[in-house]
């Protein structure tokens, strides 16, 4: 399943990238993120074919906003190969062989386009009018990584941890302050400004630098936030997160932390 993990670790990358601040163009940028393409693809073969798929590599086609997802089913299976679209437009999945037309299985992805659509409105609007106080919730994850028995940062306390967060205007990454990162001495984890760290080459772990991107808080209906964040180390090192977190007059509490992925 070496594949998959590689798939795994881009959405890692991804998110980080996505919590430094990387612009893309909205006309062209996805809905889906890699992984929810992953699994509406794997979510549509599973009845007919099995949950046993590796993924053997995946795009998004940005005229057509369609996402192609290739599924390697192994030696002496029938089809040995499917390639996924899933159409951003329309909502239709069609699974097929790579040079035949025609579909070997349908399905609908409506649902998390939904909920996809919810979430880039609600960053639009956090772009638009930036939750207060962006060093306080760089802190109170950081905190909560910490201190929570299997969280990522506590089980990883000995690596030097490198912070930035998505700028709401799309350039620079915000990074961790340096009165941030005094404040944030107690809990014993080497930290640093996400613009001093210096990325693996060529995916490669060298040492035990690792990363940590957070993306904007986008509101939600219960007056909380959720927050996605990440943390990436090289290859096949890393995970992403996503969290609620509570605002009010004493600064920003995380209600609620889960890991999405990890490689």
Not at 126 to 149: C, F, K, S, W
Not at 175 to 197: H, Y
Not at 242 to 261: E, I, K, N, P, Q
């Amino acid at each position: 399943m070496q594949r998959v993990k590689r798939r795994v670790l881009r959405g890692v990358a991804l998110l980080f990238a996505l919590g430094c601040g990387a612009a893309m163009a909205q006309s062209t940028k996805p809905l889906l993120g890699d992984m929810d393409a992953v699994n509406i693809a794997l979510q549509a073969v599973e009845p007919k074919y099995g949950p046993d798929q590796t993924i053997a590599g995946m795009g998004f086609d940005g005229p057509s906003r369609e996402w192609r997802v290739h599924i390697d089913r192994g030696e002496g299976k029938t089809p040995r190969a499917l390639v996924v679209i899933v159409s951003e437009i329309t909502g239709k999945v069609c699974a097929r062989e790579p040079a035949l037309d025609g579909c070997l299985v349908q399905a609908d992805a409506s649902n998390p386009l939904k909920d996809a659509r919810e979430k880039r409105a609600a960053l639009d609007e956090a772009m638009n009018n930036p939750p207060p106080d962006l060093q306080g919730v760089m802190m109170a994850l950081i905190r909560y990584q910490a201190a929570t028995q299997g969280g990522y940062l506590n089980a990883n306390r000995g690596h030097p941890l490198y912070v930035s967060m998505q700028s709401p205007t799309q350039d620079k990454p915000i990074d961790l302050s340096a009165q941030a990162i005094r404040s944030l001495k107690d809990v014993d984890i080497a930290v640093f400004p996400g613009s001093a760290w210096t990325p693996p080459k060529d995916g490669v772990h060298v040492g035990r630098d690792m990363a940590m991107g957070v993306r904007l808080p986008t509101r939600r209906s219960d007056g909380n936030y959720d927050v996605q964040y990440g943390f990436i180390c090289g290859s096949l090192c890393g995970s992403g997160h996503t969290a609620v977190l509570r605002y009010d007059a004493t600064g920003w509490h995380v209600v609620s932390s889960f890991m999405d992925f990890i490689s």
